[in-house]
């Protein structure tokens, strides 16, 4: 993958675009201008700026020819959000790391229609760390201890702890009690999500998820669990309680797809990641941190 020939600015990484094999456009501004005809204006406005460029960072002008394959580097403008109204609060910061406790409904990322109201893209601007990056991620409606790496030289030692499931998770839950089932106890399924479906699904085949669950204590018609995944497939967690028969409250997916507006914090998914330790790769001493929140219900 090519490397930007743009900075991070205001806390996004401009966008890349890989022009097609063949077409009929002459320039590359003709090209632009078909596949995004609603910006026409704004796609002007940043080619006479100079903010359209190619990949080895040549300023692409009205009269660029298109080039089929080559890559166009632009800063796209991120469309109106609503705002998440919960802080992301810092647990600790190195040098390698920066640890966030984030709150429920902020994605890690920018993904789909959160673009800056994500937890990198605040961090990034709140902290003037243009490099910062996710060493993993949770859902957007997971709340708890986030890790990030402060700049690039870390990314990959520290995602790497990560990808390679040396990395000890402790997440807790709120979910009904129900007879019949013993604590603590394991599940192992086969999990696929295919692109496009909200939903995870267990399907037969090899197993590549795995939870412990252990039941801490309980409160009339509700327990608190904790959850220790030792692999980490979408939505694992959620998809396991709820084939428990014992769903976490909160969770608009499972068992069945509810419809919540983007502006309606008011249920949160009682799923907290409490828990995060690891070795850690330059040092090689033990790292622990913890969230300070508590499940509200």
């Known amino acids: 993958m090519p490397i930007a020939p743009l900075p991070v600015r205001d806390g996004l990484n401009p ?18 201008l078909a596949r995004f005809p609603h910006d026409a204006e704004r796609l002007r406005e940043k080619v006479a700026l100079g903010e359209v460029v190619t990949g080895d960072g040549t300023k692409i ?13 632009l800063y796209r403008d991120p469309p109106p959000e609503v705002p998440v109204p919960f802080t992301v609060d810092v647990l600790h910061r190195d040098e390698h790391l920066l640890v966030v406790d984030k709150p429920h409904f ?14 990198l893209v605040r961090l990034r601007r709140e902290l003037d ?27 990959r030692p520290y995602q790497s702890l990560f990808a390679e499931q040396r990395v000890h998770k402790e997440y807790e839950a709120l979910a009904p009690v129900t007879d019949g ?12 999500k295919r692109p496009g479906v909200l939903q995870a699904r267990e399907v037969p085949g090899e197993i590549n998820a795995i939870s412990r669950v252990e039941m801490l204590d309980s409160e009339g018609a509700i327990a ?17 309680m ?5 769903p976490i409250l909160g969770d608009p997916l499972y068992p069945t797809v509810q419809n919540v507006a983007p502006q309606d914090f008011s249920q949160p998914l009682q799923l907290l990641a409490r828990k995060i330790e690891f070795d850690d790769p330059f040092s090689g ?8 929140r508590n499940l509200a219900a």
């Open 15 to 32: 966008s890349r675009l890989r022009l097609p094999d063949a077409g009929e456009w002459t320039t590359v501004l003709e090209y632009l």
């Open 61 to 73: 002008t009205d009269l660029s020819p298109f080039a089929p394959r080559e890559f166009v580097f």
């Open 106 to 119: 902020l994605a890690t990322m920018p993904r789909g229609g959160w673009i800056t109201e994500t937890a």
């Open 129 to 155: 760390l243009p490099e910062l990056s996710p060493a993993h991620r949770l859902d957007r409606l997971t709340a708890g201890v986030l890790v990030f790496t402060v700049h690039a030289g870390a990314r």
């Open 181 to 192: 089932l013993t604590f603590p106890r394991e599940v192992r399924s086969r999990i696929e």
């Open 224 to 240: 608190r669990y904790r959850l220790l995944p030792r692999t980490g497939k979408t939505h694992q967690l959620r998809v396991h």
């Open 242 to 246: 709820n084939s428990l028969g014992i």
């Open 285 to 292: 001493s033990r790292r622990y941190f913890a969230s300070r």
